[in-house]
């Protein structure tokens, strides 16, 4: 009876953890299956989750750790360590990645891992409990409404209407500048904004001003994005 206990133990193990495909999958083709099963994701997501896993398996390749099962908890811990040391968009010159930014590695080096375990890949997540300390934040100063007004009054065209925008609504740069016509929608006053940590689109109400601001904008950029450089980018 304690045989056969041990036999169904194993059985049932084996289910769960997909021995075959651990045993030979390597950190490279199982990258790449996770890139395709992310394929209905925002390209921007794809592209950072891309580019963070590609300096994981380079960095496991340096250590000679071919296959996904081989990957342990101190690889990730060393890969956490090396992060810290580079430098913004590979630049010697720029500053070095923040604790926050490392932090969004380990967790996308995590992620990928759960979506591994969850097929039987491996048999546990060697990036959970891999903590990246991040200090507070220091609050900025922000402007005042006199800053604010002097700071529209010297600006004209498309950079005037980018400042009306963010000063109204709190966009980041980076989500006004993905903005494109189909995003605006005039006759209900709402503006549909990428959120590209949830990989969904946010609905959000903007005030008259705003709305004079993208219909403008709309007739202006022959239907592409709101807010285009002189090469039409």
Same mark, same amino acid.
């Given at each position: ?9 194993e +059985?049932?193990? $084996?289910?769960?953890? $997909? *021995?075959?495909?651990?045993? =030979?999958?390597?950190?490279? #083709? @199982? ?5 395709? %099963?992310?394929?209905?994701?925002a390209?921007?997501t794809?592209?950072?989750? #891309?580019?963070?896993? @590609? ?6 390749? !340096?250590?000679?750790v ?7 908890? +101190?690889?990730?811990? @060393? ?18 990645? %923040? &604790? ?9 080096? %995590?992620?990928?891992? #759960?979506?591994?375990?969850?097929? !039987? ?5 060697? @990036?959970?409990?891999?903590? *990246?300390?991040? &200090? &507070?934040?220091?609050?900025? &100063?922000?402007?005042?409404? +006199?800053?604010l ?18 000063? $109204?609504?709190?966009?980041?740069? !980076? +989500? ?16 549909? *904004?990428?959120?590209t940590? !949830? $990989?969904?689109?946010? =609905? ?7 709305v004079? *601001?993208?219909?403008? #904008?709309?007739?202006?950029s ?12």
């Amino acid at each position: 009876a304690l045989t056969l206990a041990h036999a169904l133990a194993e +059985e049932i193990l $084996n289910q769960e953890w $997909n *021995v075959a495909a651990a045993t =030979t999958l390597t950190v490279d #083709r @199982a990258i790449e299956q996770y890139r395709e %099963s992310k394929s209905d994701h925002a390209e921007e997501t794809r592209d950072n989750m #891309r580019h963070i896993l @590609a300096k994981f398996a380079a960095f496991l390749r !340096g250590r000679d750790v071919l296959l996904l099962d081989r990957a342990r908890v +101190e690889h990730v811990e @060393a890969f956490r360590e090396w992060a810290r040391t580079q430098h913004i968009k590979d630049d010697p010159a720029a500053d070095l990645l %923040s &604790p926050v930014t490392v932090r969004n590695w380990i967790q996308k080096v %995590s992620m990928f891992f #759960r979506w591994a375990q969850d097929r !039987g890949y491996v048999r546990r997540n060697p @990036a959970r409990g891999v903590f *990246v300390k991040v &200090p &507070p934040r220091s609050a900025k &100063p922000a402007l005042t409404v +006199e800053q604010l007004t002097k700071l529209i009054a010297a600006c004209t065209g498309v950079l005037k209407d980018l400042v009306l925008l963010l000063v $109204n609504t709190g966009l980041r740069i !980076g +989500e006004a500048l993905r903005l494109k016509a189909e995003d605006f929608d005039r006759a209900a006053g709402t503006l549909r *904004v990428l959120n590209t940590k !949830g $990989n969904r689109y946010d =609905t959000m109400r903007v005030n008259e001003v705003v709305v004079e *601001v993208l219909h403008r #904008r709309t007739l202006q950029s022959g239907g592409g994005h709101l807010f285009q450089s002189s090469t039409g980018t």
